[in-house]
């Protein structure tokens, strides 16, 4: 026998591998579906890619790649024997079989025991070899199984390689020298010294620099200057703003070079007038005013007085925590409840599958069906059969392992275990969309939409109108205008005295602020931060204001309740709206330029350079920014290439030389050296002298803003009006909508994270009617009326979007339910008015 399996093994061993260090083993999910080693089918393992495949899968895999030897692994979990030992940990029958393989399910360990078994299969026969079967089979298949059965999970040896599992306390932690300098750090308002970047921002804690951090591949970051900082003073910690909560902060061995944590942490930020120690007694030592409105509000959004009805069937799976990933869950939920979500992924789930890459695991497009079809076809949310309680019946769900990795995959934050906000991971979710849609249907533009900004010069008068596209409407909640204003003083006021008093606590008050006053807060005029006014050539006063150019399908609200105190204590305002379940937006639609009003002159603002800076611009030499140079090479891109990258981007920035490098690396030339023209090149005048208006552009530029989607013709009219500068360039064309010589609109930069400013920069110049239907090569900007229905809500309880948990209610067939992680149940009471994210959808014309 021992001789029959090992000729019959023969033709295929050059396909089995033995898993190396560095491999990951997907032995308990399916890599197209939710099928594991508890499914009816089991899973089955490559032995040569170690990927996953449920039965229905598995097929697929044989014929892409003819590998023909699978491990399948099958679990089954029974129900103890009657008399068993209470208490007992389940029993393995093979105990070394499935080392490391965790329990799916949430049996209750004194309840149940498993069974695990394991076979090699030889596909298209389907012949099977139990295993251990150290005797009969050839050695080295014996070793790949054994280590195939011993490997830990692939999303195990994930998350023990995740920076946060391995951070260790700074060697600078206990001696750091922090100055005596009378810096003082507000709680808002932060942006980086060096080049007033208002994102991803360091506080230095020796010196309380406060500065920008490294440009990352997904569009966030900054130009480094905290690392230059660095090695300028060597001064080696870092904390980044917005991280700070009561239990720690995100901090930065420069020295080290990864994160670290600092013991010490509340003293050095209390150095800088950041009072952690108070923030820590916010949470914890003054029970009576912090836990109460929280339980109130769990109970509230939870609906934990109500004994709600499972309910089970397609569109009704739950979603496993995975811990601190119901931010994710939640977004999604929601998203796969919207039609066009639903047609694109679930809709081309075969094609998708079939035309998938050989590592499904790694592409967006098969895991995002994938996700898709857990969460609709019903087959992970079946009721219970009649043998079985209904009262002992526990909803599984489906658990989203390879989902999250891949999308989080190089995001500092949702990489990590960490709670985060849900309406930064829409976007994110929406940028990832946009990126993978390229020759498809992109689902995402169902919420994209033209914004009209109104700014005006308070002094002059004078009035710019620029466009943008955004995602998200996001509407303050003014606590002035709250009906009943009155109680929430006296509430205050009872709340000092007792806390003066050591006493109990007042019953906490809950601010009721109408939905007008949010729309009308919304429409009102907001001061602009450092406004350079073109009619004075001046920095002064201005104003801006907001309003809807097109409406999209899906609107998207967020009620904007976070906030820091003047104490550093990140909080969330306990407000309730009485938010309508129609919504009409119509007086918000813009206008544009109107009778008697005069627009700012179109002048840019003066550029200042540093004397090194002029001294160099003198010289024969190139000027280049060598920390973008640095961040491209890191990247794995020829270091000449990069060079010249940066150059012919005018030293914008890694991102804008990066798209550069992307639309000219199949160029012969690409990784020769730089040859730029020197100034003695041009003549000896030509260093004093403007371009000529009639001569071309370079065509590096020109391909740079083409590149962007804008039209050549428009590209070449605006570099000839700036002189040839790239920067200005661009703003130029945002600011002279007129002048586009019919040659269309700006398409979507796929690789920018959506945000409120992100797309200043796309879609300047569409008009106000713009559609698909009417102009073909515009945005792709679907308009509307601005009348809407609510048909979701996303609800967060806790003290910051850090920590807490989330929540969703979806309508469905005529009903509100609630997914609350993997439970699915009618909704009794929809708590409307305390949610953090509304979706809506567009009504009909009629």
């Given at each position: 026998?021992?001789?029959?399996?090992?000729?019959?093994?023969?033709?295929?061993?050059?396909?089995?591998?033995?898993?190396r260090t560095g491999d990951r083993v997907f032995k308990s999910e399916c890599?197209?579906?939710?099928?594991?080693?508890?499914?009816?089918?089991?899973?089955?393992?490559?032995?040569?890619?170690?990927?996953?495949?449920?039965?229905?899968?598995?097929?697929?895999?044989?014929?892409?790649?003819?590998?023909?030897?699978?491990?399948?692994?099958?679990?089954?979990?029974?129900?103890?024997?009657?008399?068993?030992?209470?208490?007992?940990?389940?029993?393995?029958?093979?105990?070394?079989?499935?080392?490391?393989?965790?329990?799916?399910?949430?049996?209750?360990?004194?309840?149940?025991?498993?069974?695990?078994?394991?076979?090699?299969?030889?596909?298209?026969?389907?012949?099977?070899?139990?295993?251990?079967?150290?005797?009969?089979?050839?050695?080295?298949?014996?070793?790949?199984?054994?280590?195939?059965?011993?490997?830990?999970?692939?999303?195990?040896?994930?998350?023990?390689?995740?920076?946060?599992?391995?951070?260790?306390?700074?060697?600078?932690?206990?001696?750091?020298?922090?100055?005596?300098?009378?810096?003082?750090?507000?709680?808002?308002?932060?942006?980086?010294?060096?080049?007033?970047?208002?994102?991803?921002?360091?506080?230095?804690?020796?010196?309380?620099?406060?500065?920008?951090?490294?440009?990352?591949?997904?569009?966030?970051?900054?130009?480094?200057?905290?690392?230059?900082?660095?090695?300028?003073?060597?001064?080696?910690?870092?904390?980044?703003?917005?991280?700070?909560?009561?239990?720690?902060?995100?901090?930065?061995?420069?020295?080290?070079?990864?994160?670290?944590?600092?013991?010490?942490?509340?003293?050095?930020?209390?150095?800088?007038?950041?009072?952690?120690?108070?923030?820590?007694?916010?949470?914890?030592?003054?029970?009576?005013?912090?836990?109460?409105?929280?339980?109130?509000?769990?109970?509230?959004?939870?609906?934990?007085?109500?004994?709600?009805?499972?309910?089970?069937?397609?569109?009704?799976?739950?979603?496993?925590?995975?811990?601190?990933?119901?931010?994710?869950?939640?977004?999604?939920?929601?998203?796969?409840?919207?039609?066009?979500?639903?047609?694109?992924?679930?809709?081309?789930?075969?094609?998708?599958?079939?035309?998938?890459?050989?590592?499904?695991?790694?592409?967006?497009?098969?895991?995002?069906?994938?996700?898709?079809?857990?969460?609709?076809?019903?087959?992970?949310?079946?009721?219970?059969?009649?043998?079985?309680?209904?009262?002992?019946?526990?909803?599984?769900?489906?658990?989203?392992?390879?989902?999250?990795?891949?999308?989080?995959?190089?995001?500092?934050?949702?990489?990590?275990?960490?709670?985060?906000?849900?309406?930064?991971?829409?976007?994110?979710?929406?940028?990832?969309?946009?990126?993978?849609?390229?020759?498809?249907?992109?689902?995402?533009?169902?919420?994209?939409f033209l914004v009209e900004e109104r700014t005006q010069c308070c002094q002059?008068?004078?009035?710019?109108?620029?466009?943008?596209?955004?995602?998200?409407?996001?509407?303050?909640?003014?606590?002035?205008?709250?009906?009943?204003?009155?109680?929430?003083?006296?509430?205050?006021?009872?709340?000092?005295?007792?806390?003066?008093?050591?006493?109990?606590?007042?019953?906490?008050?809950?601010?009721?602020?109408?939905?007008?006053?949010?729309?009308?807060?919304?429409?009102?005029?907001?001061?602009?931060?450092?406004?350079?006014?073109?009619?004075?050539?001046?920095?002064?006063?201005?104003?801006?204001?907001?309003?809807?150019?097109?409406?999209?399908?899906?609107?998207?609200?967020?009620?904007?309740?976070?906030?820091?105190?003047?104490?550093?204590?990140?909080?969330?305002?306990?407000?309730?709206?009485?938010?309508?379940?129609?919504?009409?937006?119509?007086?918000?639609?813009?206008?544009?330029?109107?009778?008697?009003?005069?627009?700012?002159?179109?002048?840019?603002?003066?550029?200042?350079?540093?004397?090194?800076?002029?001294?160099?611009?003198?010289?024969?030499?190139?000027?280049?920014?060598?920390?973008?140079?640095?961040?491209?090479?890191?990247?794995?891109?020829?270091?000449?290439?990069?060079?010249?990258?940066?150059?012919?981007?005018?030293?914008?920035?890694?991102?804008?030389?990066?798209?550069?490098?992307?639309?000219?690396?199949?160029?012969?030339?690409?990784?020769?050296?730089?040859?730029?023209?020197?100034?003695?090149?041009?003549?000896?005048?030509?260093?004093?002298?403007?371009?000529?208006?009639?001569?071309?552009?370079?065509?590096?530029?020109?391909?740079?803003?083409?590149?962007?989607?804008?039209?050549?013709?428009?590209?070449?009219?605006?570099?000839?009006?700036?002189?040839?500068?790239?920067?200005?360039?661009?703003?130029?064309?945002?600011?002279?909508?007129?002048?586009?010589?019919?040659?269309?609109?700006?398409?979507?930069?796929?690789?920018?994270?959506?945000?409120?400013?992100?797309?200043?920069?796309?879609?300047?110049?569409?008009?106000?009617?713009?559609?698909?239907?009417?102009?073909?090569?515009?945005?792709?900007?679907?308009?509307?009326?601005?009348?809407?229905?609510?048909?979701?809500?996303?609800?967060?309880?806790?003290?910051?979007?850090?920590?807490?948990?989330?929540?969703?209610?979806?309508?469905?067939?005529?009903?509100?339910?609630?997914?609350?992680?993997?439970?699915?149940?009618?909704?009794?009471?929809?708590?409307?008015?305390?949610?953090?994210?509304?979706?809506?959808?567009?009504?009909?014309?009629?």
């Amino acid at each position: 026998m021992a001789a029959d399996l090992g000729e019959l093994l023969v033709p295929y061993m050059p396909t089995i591998r033995v898993p190396r260090t560095g491999d990951r083993v997907f032995k308990s999910e399916c890599a197209f579906s939710y099928d594991s080693p508890e499914s009816d089918g089991g899973l089955y393992v490559c032995m040569n890619t170690f990927l996953g495949f449920g039965r229905e899968h598995v097929e697929r895999h044989y014929r892409k790649t003819g590998q023909s030897v699978y491990m399948h692994l099958k679990r089954t979990v029974k129900k103890k024997a009657t008399g068993a030992a209470g208490g007992a940990v389940p029993r393995r029958r093979n105990g070394k079989t499935f080392l490391d393989l965790e329990l799916h399910q949430n049996y209750n360990a004194d309840d149940y025991e498993y069974e695990d078994e394991a076979q090699l299969v030889i596909f298209p026969d389907h012949f099977e070899i139990p295993l251990p079967n150290i005797e009969e089979l050839p050695a080295l298949v014996t070793i790949a199984c054994d280590a195939v059965l011993n490997a830990p999970c692939g999303f195990r040896k994930q998350e023990q390689d995740s920076w946060e599992e391995e951070v260790q306390v700074s060697k600078h932690a206990r001696s750091l020298r922090q100055l005596d300098n009378g810096v003082r750090i507000p709680p808002s308002g932060w942006k980086c010294t060096k080049c007033e970047m208002r994102e991803n921002l360091w506080l230095n804690l020796t010196d309380g620099s406060v500065l920008c951090g490294k440009w990352f591949f997904d569009g966030n970051g900054g130009n480094g200057h905290a690392l230059e900082h660095y090695r300028e003073t060597s001064f080696p910690l870092a904390v980044k703003l917005g991280t700070i909560t009561p239990d720690g902060a995100d901090i930065y061995s420069f020295d080290e070079e990864e994160a670290v944590l600092d013991p010490h942490i509340s003293d050095h930020l209390a150095h800088f007038g950041i009072d952690m120690l108070q923030m820590q007694k916010t949470e914890n030592g003054h029970v009576d005013n912090q836990v109460r409105p929280r339980v109130t509000e769990w109970e509230v959004i939870q609906e934990s007085g109500s004994k709600l009805k499972a309910v089970y069937g397609p569109g009704y799976t739950g979603v496993r925590n995975l811990g601190n990933s119901c931010y994710l869950g939640t977004t999604m939920q929601v998203l796969f409840s919207i039609p066009e979500f639903q047609r694109a992924y679930v809709g081309n789930l075969q094609r998708i599958y079939d035309y998938s890459p050989l590592d499904p695991t790694q592409d967006f497009s098969t895991q995002m069906a994938k996700l898709g079809h857990g969460l609709l076809s019903g087959q992970y949310s079946k009721p219970p059969v009649k043998s079985e309680l209904i009262e002992q019946h526990q909803q599984k769900g489906i658990c989203p392992r390879m989902f999250k990795a891949l999308v989080s995959k190089g995001h500092p934050e949702f990489s990590s275990n960490r709670q985060q906000d849900a309406h930064e991971f829409l976007l994110h979710i929406i940028n990832l969309v946009e990126r993978n849609s390229a020759g498809s249907e992109n689902p995402s533009d169902v919420f994209r939409f033209l914004v009209e900004e109104r700014t005006q010069c308070c002094q002059s008068r004078k009035v710019r109108y620029t466009q943008r596209v955004d995602y998200v409407m996001q509407l303050p909640a003014p606590v002035e205008a709250a009906t009943n204003r009155e109680e929430l003083i006296a509430y205050e006021a009872k709340r000092q005295e007792a806390q003066e008093k050591m006493t109990a606590s007042p019953e906490p008050v809950r601010a009721r602020v109408p939905f007008t006053a949010c729309l009308q807060a919304f429409s009102e005029p907001e001061n602009v931060l450092d406004f350079w006014s073109s009619a004075l050539q001046a920095k002064s006063a201005g104003v801006k204001t907001s309003r809807f150019v097109s409406f999209p399908e899906y609107l998207v609200l967020q009620i904007k309740k976070f906030t820091f105190g003047l104490d550093w204590v990140p909080k969330k305002i306990d407000l309730s709206i009485d938010m309508p379940d129609f919504l009409d937006l119509t007086r918000l639609r813009a206008t544009g330029l109107q009778a008697g009003e005069e627009e700012l002159p179109d002048l840019m603002p003066p550029i200042v350079l540093p004397e090194d800076t002029r001294d160099s611009s003198m010289t024969d030499s190139p000027e280049i920014d060598e920390s973008a140079v640095m961040q491209l090479a890191e990247m794995g891109f020829p270091q000449e290439a990069c060079r010249k990258a940066v150059y012919y981007t005018g030293n914008m920035g890694a991102e804008m030389a990066f798209n550069w490098i992307i639309a000219h690396m199949e160029e012969p030339d690409f990784a020769e050296p730089l040859v730029a023209p020197s100034l003695s090149d041009s003549g000896p005048s030509s260093a004093s002298q403007a371009p000529s208006t009639d001569s071309q552009p370079p065509e590096e530029s020109v391909a740079i803003l083409t590149s962007m989607g804008f039209p050549r013709s428009q590209a070449v009219q605006a570099l000839k009006a700036t002189n040839n500068n790239l920067e200005r360039a661009l703003d130029w064309i945002f600011t002279h909508p007129d002048n586009e010589e019919d040659s269309g609109s700006a398409s979507d930069m796929a690789e920018t994270e959506p945000n409120d400013n992100a797309f200043s920069s796309a879609n300047a110049h569409s008009d106000s009617t713009l559609s698909p239907d009417q102009d073909p090569a515009g945005p792709r900007i679907k308009d509307g009326p601005g009348r809407y229905e609510l048909f979701a809500f996303i609800s967060h309880m806790g003290t910051s979007t850090m920590s807490g948990h989330y929540v969703c209610h979806i309508k469905k067939e005529g009903r509100w339910v609630i997914y609350n992680d993997h439970k699915v149940c009618l909704s009794e009471r929809p708590p409307k008015d305390m949610a953090y994210m509304y979706f809506y959808h567009r009504l009909s014309r009629s």
